[in-house]
Structures are given as C-alpha cells and as structure tokens.
Nanobody, 123 residues
Framework: VQLVESGGGLVQPGGSLTLSCAASGGTFSMYYMNWLRQAPGKGMEWVSSINPSGGNTYYAYSVKGRFTISKDNAKKTLTLQMNNLKPEDTAVYYC?????????????????RGQGTQVTVSS
C-alpha cells in the first residue's frame, strides 16, 4: 500500500485545514487508518484513528472536538478535517495504515506510512 498525504500549509490560529491521504495498492477497506504528527523538536504523537469500515473514530485528547477523521473506502481516501487550529498543532502530519491495530506512537509500528505533510499554524 502506498500512501500520499496532501493539504498541508500555513494557516492562522483559529483557522481550518483539511488533510488528505490517498492510498493505492492493497485493499484499503481492510485497514485501520491513522494520523500521527511530529512537532519540531518533539517526538511522534498519535492524533487520530478510524476503523476499517469507518464507523468508529478515536482522537487524542489534544485534538478531540477540533479534528474529524473520515475514510472513504470507495475512493481509497483518508481525510483529517482540522478546525480551530492552534500554534501547538504545528507539525509534520503522517498518514498510516495497519491491518491489525491503531493508536501506536511510532511510525515503524504500522504496516504502511506516508512521507508526511507540513502544517504550520502561525500569525
């Protein structure tokens, strides 16, 4: 499975941004999909996950209520809608896929991972 993130950029505090992750190869509908992020000078942080069917979603406390994860199995696309962005959301965001689980803190724990997209929240 190949994963390619897009949608990152520069946004002001309080603004919104939508990240997308396009998958190719493999059976997208079989995978738990996840977003992780790494802020400058900090370790990797799990952000959000969604189960294979898209019916169950999970969020880190730091983003709950502001971010929404969704999965379109027909289009093989994962999306992260980010609202009310804060400077502390500045990070490289990674999309990952795993056949068996979710919520891992390390990219290497997942079956597949993208190259990341930069999100910068600044005035």
């Amino acid at each position: 499975v190949q994963l390619v993130e897009s949608g990152g950029g520069l946004v002001q505090p309080g603004g919104s941004l939508t990240l997308s992750c396009a998958a190719s190869g493999g059976t997208f509908s079989m995978y738990y999909m996840n977003w992780l992020r790494q802020a400058p000078g900090k370790g990797m942080e799990w952000v959000s996950s969604i189960n294979p069917s898209g019916g169950n979603t999970y969020y880190a406390y730091s983003v709950k209520g502001r971010f929404t994860i969704s999965k379109d199995n027909a289009k093989k696309t994962l999306t992260l809608q980010m609202n009310n962005l804060k400077p502390e959301d500045t990070a490289v965001y990674y999309c990952t896929a795993d056949a068996n689980g979710f919520g891992f803190e390390s990219l290497s724990d997942y079956d597949y991972r993208g190259q990341g997209t930069q999100v910068t929240v600044s005035s």
